[in-house]
């Protein structure tokens, strides 16, 4: 979720909790008001009719006062001295309803110890009316009041968070790669000062390890030549040897391979740097096909061997601009790769349109995922000859290009799908 | 042939020149560039091996060095860096070849004896070896002066064995020389296999002798035995 969603749905529904809390207790205050004024004015009339019996012993006109239904009941026995307030419904024939009322009641005795009893009737319904009309301007104003606030705090939030997703933003573009620093917005927010400089410092430090690392591998990558070279000739040498024994054939034989496995490697991860550092910038134009064509020639042998059938299917030259050592470094990995993992009698196809080339070959099934095949050092198969490097170098040629490699493997066939063109 | 080695590597140069030296070739080794351009302006060499990293100055310097006093040896660069720049302006200024390190010695004999056969027989590019006769200009092989019909690898095979008689070649220098060391072959071993034993079949139903020894664990020898 946002930040922005978040903190508005948090104040949202506190706000609410808080309006419905505060419009609950504003409702039962403002009825608790209601109710002591016309308890009030009970009681007052009452006082009234009260005075009046207790001093004349007449019942007073009480048509006039204050609206209210009065009863006035005089008895000729004395009575206890009593008086509640309470609610109470009362069946109104004309509406064939129960309205609601409130209304006291007042037991004493006059001067002359005779009982009298006052009961005076208030109608609610106009009260609560009013009550239920006073709740429906509350909720409206609470509701409008929330709308500006939520709307005041998102506007708010939104341009105080600005600065933080613009270098959010930046940050997540940070390329490695490209010496380019980061260039965060300038900001009087104290944290987001903060947060920038950790970011610049981050990245700055990233960077410099990234170099370092990179000088070290291609040092070490270059280092490595000359002692392997040593090593090679030594063993070169060594196999020239008369006389030599069984034993030391082998012996030799496996420094041999694994002489010749370092430098693959070796050799595979030079070529990932220099395609990094662009060492191969010159470009021009080149025609795919043609270079598939030039390719094939150099495997003509290999696949003949193997009765691999090579079909091609060019409705397109396929022109490119690119470097040629890359062009010809990338349809031979791929090509290399459709002959080594096939079978014999197996086929090739090459598939060349306007925005696609496409090489289809049977093989053995895969046994891996094929999205990390093109990752470093991963190898589909088990041969130890393979140094696993091949397809992460053509996914590095593919990248500096802005090509785009798919691999897809359906029963037995493999298709790599190269986007040369958008 | 004499040849100067130009690598600072002692445990390198010595086994270059040993390695050349079993071929037959005339060796001696500079582990400087100082010592290198002293040795070639007393001597005349038929071909200089130069490395590009030398400790006291650079390679592609050296060659420059060496050309402009007319040295009319080939020139071959061995470089630990497979640099594409390094090797087009070595080339540009007068080096005859490029080879990257590491590299097998089969490798390094074979563009010796390239290189040595441009420079030194000028319009006789043949090599004779009993009833084979290579002819290096159109690339055609005779034997018993039969025309024999070979595939560009077999050919290539064929010129590589002659460069390196009576030495055991690994299936590995094979597969680099025919493919390039930017492909990654594995079955490759059986390629090799089938090329040999292809090119062994045509010259025998020319009526030649099979030169082609098998070595076992490592390769192959081409041996007039």
Redesign the interface.
């Known amino acids: 979720m946002k930040l922005l969603t978040k903190s508005t749905y948090y104040f949202l529904l506190l706000s609410i909790l808080a309006m419905i809390a505060g419009g609950v207790f504003l409702y039962l205050t403002i009825k608790r008001v209601i109710y002591e004024q016309i308890d009030n004015s009970l009681i007052t009339e009452k006082t009234i009719i009260q005075d009046q019996i207790e001093q004349t012993d007449t019942i007073p006109d009480f048509e006039a006062s204050f609206g209210h239904q009065i009863e006035v009941k005089l008895l000729n026995y004395p009575l206890r001295k009593y008086q509640f307030i309470k609610d109470t419904d009362i069946y109104d024939s004309k509406s064939d309803s129960f309205n609601p009322f409130r209304y006291i009641f007042y037991s004493g005795n006059s001067v002359e110890m005779k009982g009298y009893i006052i009961t005076i009737f208030q109608a609610l319904s106009e009260k609560d009316e009013l009550l239920q009309d006073l709740a429906i301007y509350m909720f409206f104003l609470f509701f409008s009041l929330l709308l500006i606030s939520i709307l005041i705090n998102y506007l708010i939030a939104r341009k105080l968070w600005r600065p933080f997703y613009i270098s959010v933003n930046r940050a997540s573009r940070f390329d490695i790669q490209s010496g380019k620093p980061l260039d965060l917005p300038e900001t009087d927010i104290k944290e987001f000062g903060q947060l920038n400089e950790v970011f610049d410092n981050m990245t700055r430090k990233m960077r410099n390890d990234y170099l370092n690392l990179k000088e070290f591998n291609e040092n070490a990558a ?2 490595i ?2 002692p ?7 063993t ?2 060594l ?2 040897q008369k006389n030599l024994n069984k034993d030391s ?2 012996l ?2 496996s420094i ?2 694994a ?2 496995r370092l ?2 490697l070796n ?2 991860l ?2 990932i740097y ?1 395609i990094e550092n662009q ?2 910038h010159e470009k021009k134009i080149i025609s795919l096909k043609h270079i598939t064509e030039i390719s094939l020639d ?1 495997y ?3 696949m003949l ?1 193997k009765k691999i059938n090579v079909e091609m299917e060019a409705m397109d030259e396929a022109l490119v601009e690119m470097n040629s ?1 890359l062009a ?2 990338l349809i ?2 791929l090509l ?1 790769n459709a ?2 993992f096939n079978v014999d009698g197996g086929f090739i196809k090459c598939h060349f349109d306007d925005r696609y080339l496409i090489f289809t070959n049977s093989g053995l099934p895969l046994n891996i995922d094929p999205e990390i095949l093109f990752r470093r050092f991963h190898k589909g ?1 088990d ?1 130890p ?3 696993g ?2 397809l992460s170098i053509v996914k590095k040629i593919a990248d500096t290009y802005g090509m785009m490699v798919t691999y897809t493997y359906l029963d037995n066939i493999h298709e790599i799908k190269l986007q040369y063109r958008h | 042939m004499k040849l100067l080695i130009v690598e600072d ?1 002692r ?2 140069s010595r ?2 020149n ?2 050349l030296k ?1 071929e037959g070739h005339v060796c001696e080794v500079a582990l400087t560039f100082h010592e290198a351009i002293n040795k070639a302006s007393d001597n005349k060499y038929d071909c200089i091996i130069v490395d590009i990293g030398l400790p006291d100055g650079n390679g592609l310097d050296l060659i420059r060095e060496l050309k402009s006093n007319k040295s009319t040896g080939g020139i071959l660069i061995l470089s ?6 390094d090797k087009l302006t070595g080339l540009k200024i007068g080096a005859d070849d490029y080879l ?7 490798e390094l004999s074979a563009r010796i004896n390239s290189i040595c056969r441009r420079n030194k027989f000028l319009g006789l590019n043949e090599i004779t070896f009993n009833e084979i006769r290579i002819n290096t200009d159109d690339n055609q092989v005779y034997v018993n002066d039969k025309l024999l019909t070979l ?1 560009k ?1 077999e050919y290539d095979l064929l010129l590589f064995f002659m460069a390196n008689r009576n ?2 070649i ?1 299936k ?1 220098s094979i597969v680099e020389h025919l ?1 390039g ?8 071993f ?2 090799v296999y ?2 040999v034993k292809n090119l062994r079949k045509k010259i025998m139903v020319s009526e030649g002798r099979n030169y082609i020894k098998c070595i ?3 390769g192959y020898k081409f041996i007039d035995s």
């Open positions: 270059h280092e030549q000359t392997l070279a040593v090593i090679r000739s030594k070169d040498l196999m020239q054939i082998s030799i034989k041999n391979e002489t010749t430098f693959k050799h595979g030079l070529m220099k060492i191969f150099n003509k042998e290999i061997l050592v010809e470094v031979s990995n290399s002959v080594r198969s041969n000859q393979s140094a490097l091949g | 590597d445990s390198l086994s270059i040993d390695y079993m630990a860096k497979s640099s594409l720049d990257t390190k590491p590299f097998h010695f089969a595939t690898k030495r055991i690994t590995e493919w060391d930017d492909v990654i072959l594995t079955d490759s059986d390629f089938t090329h076992y664990g490592f």
